[in-house]
Structure formats: structure tokens, C-alpha cells
């Protein structure tokens, strides 16, 4: 019974309210709060205005904006990175000049910092004290850096913001597969350029 009066007091309510809306002749509403607000609809954005917001591939900005993200890990290449920025110094020189840079973009972003090397080169134990906010990882006999990058790729949970930097096409192309972002190492150096 008490469903009954809930039911008809609803009922008259509602009879009351299209009442009143056909005695002002209030016309349907047909604009809604969202639809005032001034934004760009499908369809009516062009490839151009798209082109001009987008960052370009090489521009800095691009990776500052991925590593902005929340959680964002980013895992470096290592001597693709140093080949490609200092390919005439020592490799001992090139890991330290890399890792110097990129602890200091940790210290800048907070995003963690993942660094890889090919051990495969290694004559010898690398003794590295591993810069703050860095980790770095050679790869052990018979894997190569390129195979350690992709399962450091997916070991990482769905969702998780997770930016590979290397030239190598392959490696670009397997982590971004298994959900990675993959920028140039030349993008990496043009931010370390700027620290």
C-alpha cells in the first residue's frame, strides 16, 4: 500500500511539472549545461589544427610531457644513447656521462630511472657506484640489452606509463607492442643537452 501512495504522489508530481512546463510553453530541452562550453567537436577539427598542437617527435618538450606522467618509468638504451651522443669516447666515459645526465632528469621529473647495458662488451665487472635515483642493469652472458628492455617491459603492470628510449627499430617496435612508448635516443640527448 505504501508503494501505491509513493507510486501516485510520483505520479502527480510529475503531471504537475509538464503542467506548468505547457502553461509557460517552455519547448524542450534541447541545450544542455555541457553543450555551452566552448570546445573543439569531432569532426570539426582539421589535420592542420591537430599538426600545430602536437610536439614533434625531436622536440624536448615531448619527452618532458611523458615523463610528467604519474609513475612514468623510463628505461634507457645505454649504448645506443652513448653511440648515438659520444661515439668517440671510452666506454667507461660514455656510461658515466649518460648516467651523470640522467640523474639529474630523475632528480628533475621523479620518474624512476631504469638504465641498460649490453654486459656482453664487458672485458671485466663494471665497478659503478649507481648515481642516485638510477638503476642500472648490464645484461648477463648470452642476453643481450635489447631482450633485458622488453622484459623490463613486461614486467610492468598494465596502464603503467612506461617510455623506452632507443634508435634501434626492432627494440621501438617490440616494446611498443607490449605497451611502451618508444622515443629516439637523440630526443633523450636533446633533454640532457638542456639540464
Known amino acids: ?44 577539427m582539421t589535420p592542420r589544427d591537430i599538426a600545430t598542437r602536437a610536439l614533434s617527435e625531436t622536440d624536448p618538450a615531448l619527452l618532458d610531457q611523458l615523463l610528467a606522467l604519474p609513475q612514468t618509468h623510463l628505461v634507457v638504451d645505454g649504448y645506443n644513447v652513448t653511440k648515438t651522443g659520444y661515439p668517440t669516447m671510452p666506454l667507461d666515459k660514455q656510461r658515466l656521462r649518460l648516467l651523470g645526465g640522467l640523474a639529474m632528469l630523475a632528480a628533475q621529473t621523479g620518474a624512476e630511472v631504469t638504465c641498460v647495458f649490453d654486459g656482453a662488451e664487458l672485458a671485466a665487472p663494471v665497478l659503478l657506484a649507481p648515481p642516485r635515483g638510477v638503476r642500472v642493469l648490464f645484461s648477463k652472458p648470452g642476453v643481450t640489452a635489447d631482450e633485458l628492455i622488453r622484459q623490463l617491459v613486461r614486467a610492468e603492470p598494465p596502464g603503467r606509463p612506461v617510455v623506452v628510449v632507443s634508435t634501434d627499430r626492432e627494440v621501438a617496435d617490440g616494446v611498443a607492442k607490449a605497451g611502451a612508448r618508444p622515443v629516439a635516443s637523440a630526443l633523450l640527448l636533446k633533454r640532457l643537452a638542456r639540464t
Request: net charge negative; glycine share 4%.
Open 1 to 44: 500500500m505504501e508503494d501505491v501512495r509513493l507510486r501516485l504522489l510520483l505520479d502527480t508530481v510529475l503531471d504537475a511539472a509538464q503542467g506548468l512546463r505547457r502553461e509557460l510553453a517552455l519547448p524542450p530541452v534541447s541545450v544542455h549545461p555541457a553543450d555551452t562550453v566552448d570546445a573543439v567537436r569531432p569532426g570539426t
